[in-house]
């Protein structure tokens, strides 16, 4: 009981001392949610971290690999398809840097071709996946291939509906600004995260 | 100041989930038998559960704005305590016994202590039915609690209970540990000393 | 008959002399106010402790005697498995975390609310079908294979059923996530501006734990989900060695959710623990910060290796006992 008069006084005095946010007791806490959406991005790392160990575990167990009479994986047209998201990931930058600018319009640009780019990266992954000789059920190694890559792909889907989702919102003169654009960072961050999953696995399917 | 819903039982019920913790080795010599079933019913049942049991009755108060009956708490306290140690402490024999887990029959000569085990299992979950009669008594007719009615030092206790909407009328301010009990300097200076 | 019992009080209007009280209604909407969640998940998860209890009492029935008579042998198989997933992913995870976590982390760290009040009402939300689903699976036969659920016995009987439970499953391991999430960035980012770490109430520390594991175990767990339902319903081998799969992936994959997932299971409860003792004994906590010293590194330990995990436990929980 005690403590908590001596609570009350002492809160008064240092509410009014320094900082004062407003005479209302609906203090704001700072914006959270680009920190959260990194909280969340590690834990979806784990997500495909668990689906890497297993494809490596089944590629340690199996006697050969990929299986004997699997058909090679053509790497030029994935090849391409990398150079095309890496280079997404530059392109979404300009419109981060373009909306702390407050030049809403040249981020929206920057946004549209990100998608562009980001829908001919999965055009190009259907493009191979009806050009493949093996289907989901031909083996492990087929099985795995699908599992990492569709996975990767319906993030990349995510990632795309994400970015429309701030175009729509953008379209409001003041949505978005150089103060205030959770929004753009972080559609870009997951971009960035999309990226670098699809580097891992491009690295583990095709190059290993 | 009423001091505790059974202070007693909430320290037996703290060594209690040591007890628990301790006997994590010996699972490894007794694989898929009734010793695992034991065990991981004293980790989860003993640990976990009499946790949230001690928790349900220590922050009732915080939650409703009512405290919780007495008599009816070391009535429940007592049922799931018995209930659970015949439950499964003859579950350790069963399965030092070689008796198999996730099978629906078992040799004849386990017979009489499965037959224990049931009924405690059944004393187990009477045991619910006076912490039901408490909790939904107490809801709405138990003794108004006030807003801190154990005298505990932690910041929710600051507040009124149930709390406001908002938690707090002003952010409060952190003056002494959170465990600073009995320390000299709590209530007659500010002065942050941390207890270690 | 509990159900009912347990409704009861909130149509009593469980705050009467409090005028900024709760309206019982308000527990059955979709609120963001921490507190109200907390209470919901208590009594949600209440009601699935009564519901799983039902099954273990019908389990003890069946062993009351040696004989197969009281079940038969695949309704006492579905009957375990039932039991075990709704009280561990429907009692003590949602009670512990979602329960006491959210009614008390804001609280006890000055917060007005959690730091994503929406998250946190869907994360609770998602619960209720998901227990519902579970428990109607029993009208198509359940999943059976115990809730470690190992392939290849998972794979062949009761798919139906073993369906609805790895999608429960994946769907309650999502709602754990987003609260784990919730509670992190809440404790890190919200406290009082007087509250460093250092001085933050045990409870709090166990939460920062349990929730770190909830992040990191959890979705690898999501992951092995994934595979098995491909392998159910879709025919592939991952888990099954004549197609070139392995079902001790699967095992891997599970055992790297559950051991952590005991600690997600018996932390918040230690921090509970410490909290009542040092009320009630009046004393202040014995090596409060040899206890965050063995706190930390349990998520490392846990997660990596599930044998050495008893050992920092034991002295943590020797710290707390003797104060």
Redesign the interface.
Known sequence: MQGSTVDQSQADLNFSGTHAPTADHHSEHPDLRLFGFVVFLISESMLFLGLFVAYFTFRLVAPSWPPVGTEELEILLPGLNTVILLSSSFVIHQADVAVKKNDVPNARKWFLITMAMGATFLAGQLYEYNHLGFGLKTNIFASTFYVLTGFHGLHVLVGILLMAGVLWRSRRPGHYSSTSHFGVEAAEVYWHFVDVIWVILFFLLYIL | MLFAIAFVSMFVIGGLSGIMVASVPFDIHVHDTYFIVAHLHYVLFGGSVFGIYAGLYHWFPKMTGRMMDETWGRIHFALTFVGFNVTFLPMHWLGLQGMNRRIAEYEPRFAAVNLVITIGSYILAVSTIPFLINAIWSWSKGKVAGSNPWNSLTLEWTTPSPPPVENFEVDPVLTHGPYDYGHPSRAETDTMTLVS | M?QA??S??KQ???????S???NWREYFSFST?H?VI??QY?VTSFVFY?IG??L??LV?????????DF???ET??EL?TIHATI??FLW?IP??TGG?GN??V????????M??PRLNAIAFWIIPPTGVLLMASFFVGPASA?WTSYPPLSLMVNKFGEAIWIAGVILLGTSS?MA???F??TI???R????PL?????FCWAMIATSALQ??????L???M??LG?DLL?????FNPT????P??YQ??FW?YSHPA?YI??L???G??S???????????FG??RSLILVSPLVFWASSSG?TT?LP??PQ??C??S?
């Open positions: 509990t019992e347990l009861d009080p009593l209007d469980p705050v009467v002399e409090v900024h009280g709760q106010d507190k907390g209470i208590l009564l209890g039902v273990a009492e003890r029935t069946e062993l009351a005697t040696p004989e197969v079940v038969s042998r006492y198989n375990f009280m561990i003590i009670t512990l006491f009614f008390l804001p609280l006890m760290i000055g917060a007005r609310d730091a994503f115990g996530i784990g999430l919730n992190l960035v890190l980012r919200m009082i501006p007087s509250m250092i001085k933050m109430p045990l992040l990191v175990a959890t979705p690898v999501t992951g092995a994934v595979l491909f879709l025919g592939t081998a991952f197609g070139g799969g392995d001790v992936v891997h994959m790297f005991v299971m018996i918040p409860a230690f509970m623990i909290e009542i003792l040092p009320t009630h004994a009046r004393k202040p906590i409060y910060q044998r008893c436990a034991a929980t020797g707390e006992c104060s």
